[in-house]
């Protein structure tokens, strides 16, 4: 089977990558990656060497580049990841958002629809194009009720806006073309490698610098989370299994407040790498003024790609957490070249 993984440079498509050539003995993954600062080659070191791995340095919005690497390549499959995606930034700049979250899962539709349309027998009824999306599609639950596949959606910032304008470009070209595509919808996912910016590395790194740890607000906002090679092992899943045309929720039932996650991991740390200080990490939390637009709530039903696929979460959020806290540790280096002066940790999304 050959698959295209657009994003493959990225946290979760590296993820994807690494295991697909780990497990998928018969895979050729095509990885197609632009390198934006969240793209790292690095990531991808367990496979480079790998004859079932070819890196294309390529932006999904180049319908003619993508065009020529549907021709070559001749595709089997697409999993599409290639995304902008922390929201902080689509608050600070939104058009890269709409650019590459939009425009480009445009670009990637219209190729595939091509490509898949001149296709015959075998090859055009076994294609799939997968679309990884987020849960922040639909916007802010209250303290009670999840997201199912049914939700309406209620995205409340530029990054959600732009993923469910994606989502519905996605079922349109399978509403009106009969493009073979399949809708995942995750929960906030976390693991090594995961660029700094978010929330979990970002915490770990600046607590190893003994600097204040910043919670936004009362820091009772409530996520749902989902460990990297989880997530993986679903859309992989999905793939094989999933029925064109249909969403699938993606979450692992763990839902914790930003605040008990910042405590978890000050707990860890404080026995896995004590504070020079001899005081606990506990010390640094500081309250700051909240983002804009900042949901309270996301918390998934993963009911449907349990009971049609089998799929269920092998990591508990605790045992997934010790993992990338000591994955972390363990890669300083690392982390001081992904963070090569384009950003150093400071808050983004601050509207002045």
């Known amino acids: 089977m050959r698959i295209f993984v657009t994003g493959g440079a990225g946290f979760i498509g590296s993820a994807l990558v690494r295991q697909l050539v780990a497990e998928e003995h018969e895979a050729e993954v095509i990885n197609i990656d632009s390198l934006t600062y969240a793209g790292n080659l690095e990531s991808l070191e367990p496979v480079s060497n790998s004859r079932r791995h070819h890196f294309e340095r390529v932006d999904v919005c180049d319908a003619k580049a993508i065009s020529r690497l549907f021709e070559h390549y001749r595709p089997d499959a697409v999993i599409h990841l290639a995304a902008e995606t922390h929201v902080d930034r689509s608050i600070d700049g939104p058009s890269a958002f709409i650019q590459t979250n939009v425009i480009g899962t445009y670009s990637m539709l219209e190729r595939a629809r091509e490509y898949w349309s001149n296709s015959s027998g075998k090859a055009k009824a076994h294609f799939r194009f997968v679309h990884v999306s987020t849960d922040e599609v639909f916007g802010s639950l209250g303290p009670t009720g999840h997201f199912s596949e049914t939700s309406p959606y209620s995205p409340n910032s530029p990054y959600a806006a732009s993923k469910a304008g994606a989502d519905h470009l996605v079922r349109a070209w399978h509403e009106t073309y009969d493009l073979p595509v399949i809708i995942t919808n995750c929960s906030n996912n976390f693991g090594p490698f995961q660029f700094p910016e978010k929330l979990i590395p970002l915490m770990i790194l600046t607590a190893l610098d003994e600097k204040d740890l910043p919670i936004y607000g009362d ?16 859309i992989r899943r999905v793939l094989a299994d999933g029925r064109p045309g249909e969403n699938y929720n993606v979450g692992a039932k763990s839902e914790r407040t930003n605040l008990e996650i910042v405590g978890h991991l000050c707990a860890l740390l404080d026995v896995l790498r004590p504070a020079k200080s001899g005081k606990s990490y506990r010390d640094l939390i500081k309250f700051v ?43 300083p280096r690392w982390c001081e070249r992904v963070m090569d002066g384009s950003y150093q940790g400071e808050r983004l999304g601050v509207i002045s």
């Open 219 to 234: 820091g009772q906002n409530v996520r749902d989370w989902l460990y990297v090679d989880d997530h993986c092992r679903a």
């Open 289 to 331: 003024h909240d983002r804009p637009g900042h949901d309270r709530r996301y918390a998934i039903d993963p009911s449907k790609i349990t009971e049609e696929l089998g799929w269920t979460p092998r990591e508990t959020f605790e045992s997934g957490l010790h993992k990338t806290v000591q994955w972390y540790l363990a890669n």
